[in-house]
């Protein structure tokens, strides 16, 4: 798995949040379109958008068709739904879009940096801290998740099992310990994306087991 990191980052970017900086990085925009979104989350996330397959087939189908030889299907994917829709102006318009195309939330991900949580989708690293204590590990398309403690939280704790009051909180919304892959392991049903609301609460157990026993980890 390789670590993707920002290409131009910002000296004072560390006394801003993700969301304040990319709003600001908008609000400072001309043009707003696809290429210029792709590289303002590359910029301010490190997060590469040409690797998130959109959740939308038929859109992307129709992207496919009208712009046949893009090298950039995500920009193009962004250019299509600009057109057909409307032109985002600000910053949470534009987070709003991603998050329809691509299930991406960047303000759910912003706050991921300060609670100690790595992320791994969209066959990359989203967000990854020397010292963040668990892993949320999504395969393709978001359809299935697992969580797993990180290396510093092994090194430092002793074990390399969950706390067992997230495994009772992982456990009471569907997820199961898979013995295969040594993780506890949740796979959507319908075969679909895991919807907003059940990665928030897996989110929020994990933030809450963070809080009650390891903030001075």
């Not at 670590?3 to 000296?11: A, G």
């Not at 600001?24 to 707003?32: L, N």
Request: glycine fraction near 6%.
């Amino acid at each position: 798995m390789k670590k993707i990191f920002s290409d131009s980052p910002q000296k004072d970017a560390p006394a801003l949040t993700k969301v304040a900086w990319m709003d600001q990085r908008i609000a400072s925009t001309e043009k707003i379109d696809g290429p210029t979104i792709c590289t303002v989350i590359r910029e301010v996330y490190g997060l590469d958008l040409s690797k998130a397959p959109l959740l939308d087939k038929d859109f992307e189908k129709r992207v496919t068709a009208l712009v046949p030889n893009t090298s950039d299907l995500s920009a193009a994917a962004v250019d299509l739904y600009i057109e057909e829709s409307r032109k985002p102006q600000t910053g949470p318009e534009v987070r709003a879009l991603l998050n329809h195309i691509f299930g991406t939330n960047l303000e759910g991900i912003s706050q991921l940096h300060e609670r100690r949580i790595s992320l791994y989708s969209k066959d990359q690293w989203i967000v990854q801290n020397e010292k963040d204590l668990f892993i949320v590990h999504t395969g393709k398309n978001d359809i299935d998740v697992k969580v797993i403690p990180t290396p510093y939280f092994i090194e430092k704790t002793g074990t390399q099992q969950l706390p067992e009051d997230l495994q009772q909180a992982l456990r009471n919304l569907g997820f199961t310990y898979d013995e295969e892959i040594g993780a506890y392991y949740y796979a959507n049903p319908s075969g679909q994306s895991v919807p907003d609301p059940f990665k928030r609460q897996t989110m929020g157990a994990i933030h809450q087991t963070i809080q009650a026993s390891y903030t001075d980890l």
